[in-house]
């Protein structure tokens, strides 16, 4: 079972290392080529919990983390950012022993993974950017207007806050992104400052790796984004799914799984 009561998907196992400042904490499935998966704010490993299997059977050790301070992974003391989010999951990739993997994040985690690879590009064979910013100067003068969005303390007004992201017959997706967030106040806006202030411009010119760019169209906070990042990262592809809305790899497992697969094996 897992944290949050419910059963693990099969094959998926979680585990912890302990840091300095307490237990960073992931989900695991799969033994081939590793794959590290870095979720949105303020989800957890669980955002990932239907790609894990999907990428364990096309040959990966898929590795979902909990940012510090989300899931079970404990809060860095301090306050959180981009870069000590970064350095702490490279300190739990060393307790883990993986020395060299594909790096995936989606929205913060794309942020947090573009740092990853800029701290230590030689442990990164690949990056999958989805719905990530370039948090250059222009968007840190004008970010995205995000009122409303994360900011509740309870659970109806958090459901508000988010529904019209999901689909009305899917009920389970907004209620698993609920109790994630629930369980990662006052984290859950400290994220969205962190990614704003994030100065991403000298990270870029790091990102010599294959690189995938992965936009969701009906995404009205990242899509905008995409033709940003494809001009500032000129040698990365770029895939588009259509209809894909901010709850990608948990709304849409099965393409987003696929197209970070399938880019993997086209650039081994």
Same mark, same amino acid.
């Given at each position: 079972?897992?944290? &949050? ?49 999907? /990428? ?12 510090? $301070? ?9 306050? =959180? ?10 300190? !739990? ?6 020395? #060299?993997?594909?790096?995936? $994040? ?9 740092? /990853? ?5 030689? &442990?990164?064979?690949?990056?999958? @950017? ?15 207007? *995000? ?23 899917? =009920?389970?997706? @907004? ?17 969205? #400052?962190?990614?704003? +202030?994030?100065?991403? *411009? !000298?990270?870029? !010119? ?6 995938? @760019? ?15 990042? &494809? ?11 259509? $209809? ?6 948990? $709304? ?6 696929? !197209?970070? =697969?399938?880019?993997? +094996?086209?650039? #081994?």
């Amino acid at each position: 079972m897992s944290s &949050r009561g419910r059963r693990l998907p099969e094959g998926v196992e979680l585990v912890s290392v302990q840091l300095q400042h307490g237990p960073v904490c992931a989900a695991c499935a799969g033994s081939g080529t590793p794959v590290v998966l870095l979720h949105q704010t303020p989800r957890s490993w669980d955002e990932y919990r239907d790609v894990l299997p999907l /990428l364990a059977a096309r040959g990966h050790r898929a590795i979902a983390f909990d940012t510090p $301070g989300f899931g079970d992974s404990a809060p860095l003391p301090g306050g =959180a950012s981009i870069v000590r989010w970064s350095e702490t999951l490279h300190a !739990a990739l060393d307790e883990l022993g993986v020395e #060299r993997a594909a790096f995936v $994040g989606h929205h913060t985690g794309g942020v947090i993974a573009v740092e /990853l690879a800029a701290q230590r590009p030689e &442990r990164v064979s690949a990056l999958v @950017l989805s719905s990530t910013p370039l948090t250059d100067a222009a968007y840190r003068d004008t970010p995205p207007d *995000e009122s409303g969005v994360d900011a509740a303390q309870d659970a109806d007004g958090l459901r508000r806050s988010r529904a019209h992201f999901y689909p009305d017959d899917r =009920a389970d997706l @907004l209620d698993r992104y609920v109790a994630d967030a629930l369980r990662a106040l006052p984290l859950a806006l400290d994220g969205h #400052r962190a990614v704003g +202030e994030y100065a991403m *411009e !000298a990270a870029i !010119a790091h990102l010599t790796m294959p690189v995938l @760019l992965v936009g969701a169209d009906a995404d009205p906070y990242a899509y905008p984004q995409l033709a940003r990042m &494809r001009a500032a990262l000129t040698h990365a592809e770029v895939h588009e799914i259509r $209809g894909g809305m901010v709850p990608l790899p948990d $709304g849409w497992p099965k393409v987003f799984a696929a !197209a970070v =697969a399938d880019f993997l +094996e086209r650039v #081994r």
